[in-house]
Structures are given as C-alpha cells and as structure tokens.
T-cell receptor, first 113, second 113 residues
Framework: AQKITQTQPGMFVQEKEAVTLDCTYD???????LFWYKQPSSGEMIFLIY??????QNATEGRYSLNFQKARKSANLVISASQLGDSAMYFC??????????FGQGTTLQVKP | DVKVTQSSRYLVKRTGEKVFLECVQD?????MFWYRQDPGLGLRLIYF???????EKGDIPEGYSVSREKKERFSLILESASTNQTSMYLC????????????FGPGTRLTVL
C-alpha cells in the first residue's frame, strides 16, 4: 500500500540557516507525484513545491528545493535562509495515479530569531 | 487567484445531529476533495469527486456522505454526528492531471458534544 512517512514531529532552526525536512514514500506505481504543503497556525494549506516521478532534475521554487532520491524513495524539502515566517507545520504528500493525495503526519518547524 | 471557501470556520453540534459542511470553489476545477485533519495523523481523505454527480470513497468514508450537484460545490454530510467526528475538516479542489496541485479552503473546526 502507498505510504508517506515524516519521521520528524518537530524541528528547530536558527533564522537565516538552512533546514531539511525528511519525507520517505512507498509505492509500486511507476508514475506518481510528490508535493510539499505548508500549514501556518492560521490553518490554511499552502502549496510549496512539486516533483514528478519522471522528472530528472530536483524541483526548486525560490528558497524551497526538493531533494529527490528516487532509489531511496525520499523527497526531502530543503528551506534555505530560514525566516521567522517559515514557522509552520509542513506536510509531504504523494499523488497516486487515481489523483488521490496521501499525506504524511507532518513536521512542525520553529524558526528561532 | 483560486479561491476555495468553506461555509463555517467553527461549528459546534450535538451527538446525533445531521451536519452539512459546504465547500465552494471558483476556478472551474473538476476535482474536489474532503479531508479530515487530526493531530499526529496528518490529513486523511474522506471522499472525492471527479465531476458533477460523481463521488468516490477515500480512506475513511464511514459515517460520511457527500453531494456534488454543481461543479463548484461539494458538500460533506454527517448523517448522525458522533463525538469521534470532532476534527478539522478541509476541502480542496484541483484541475485534472497528475501535476496539478490541490488548493485548500480555510478549514472547518467541528466539535461534536
């Protein structure tokens, strides 16, 4: 069965430093997509970045990059130059061929000034 | 900008009541989804819909039903609310296609007493 695992319930990072949030997945489908979402304390889910299973290069969006290691089935999110506004919960999700998204348990990131 | 709205941010109901949660999107998206979010469990898919009058069960459909009579509106129904349905409910929509991200509403925090 498809599964997404985020093993870090909580993380701290110093402002302006980089941080990596871990995500591993399990699927037997050759075609899938991986997403990262941010959920601030206000509750809305904000899309950050997408990686397709056939994409050769790692996705990047501004300060966000996705470290995609297909053989290891990992899709870690890297946030460079952390800002106080990055404090939030982060969810990794995998899109199945049916279109459904499966979410991990989430990682709470706190950025220290 | 894509906008997904939900009828209430907070809702308090009594055990046994019938509860309607409404979701409306304004970007002509084909796909709509209902999730519930509980601490430590991430988001879990309740039901989704690929088109008007179509519905598919997600991972936890028990105790819920849905209705999609118009493309822009997707309703979640709790036929007889129970205390274990106290949760945050999130609606999302997306275009068809594997790379399209889901856009989320602000969520409804439902408490069943």
């Amino acid at each position: 069965a498809q599964k997404i695992t985020q093993t870090q319930p909580g993380m701290f990072v110093q402002e302006k430093e980089a941080v990596t949030l871990d995500c591993t997945y399990d699927t037997s489908d050759p075609s899938y997509g991986l997403f990262w979402y941010k959920q601030p304390s206000s509750g809305e889910m904000i899309f950050l970045i997408y990686q397709g299973s056939y994409d050769q290069q790692n996705a990047t969006e501004g300060r966000y990059s996705l470290n995609f290691q297909k053989a290891r089935k990992s899709a870690n999110l890297v946030i460079s130059a952390s800002q106080l506004g990055d404090s939030a919960m982060y969810f990794c999700a995998m899109r199945e061929v049916t279109g459904k998204l499966i979410f991990g348990q989430g990682t709470t990131l706190q950025v220290k000034p | 900008d894509v906008k997904v709205t939900q009828s209430s941010r907070y809702l308090v109901k009594r055990t046994g009541e019938k509860v309607f949660l409404e979701c409306v999107q304004d970007m002509d998206h084909e796909n709509m989804f209902w999730y519930r979010q509980d601490p430590g469990l991430g988001l879990r898919l309740i039901y989704f819909s690929y088109d008007v009058k179509m519905k598919e069960k997600g991972d936890i459909p028990e105790g819920y039903s849905v209705s999609r009579e118009k493309k822009e509106r997707f309703s979640l129904i709790l036929e007889s609310a129970s205390t274990n349905q106290t949760s945050m409910y999130l609606c999302a929509s997306s275009l068809r296609g594997p790379t399209n991200e889901q856009f989320f509403g602000p969520g409804t925090r439902l408490t069943v007493l």
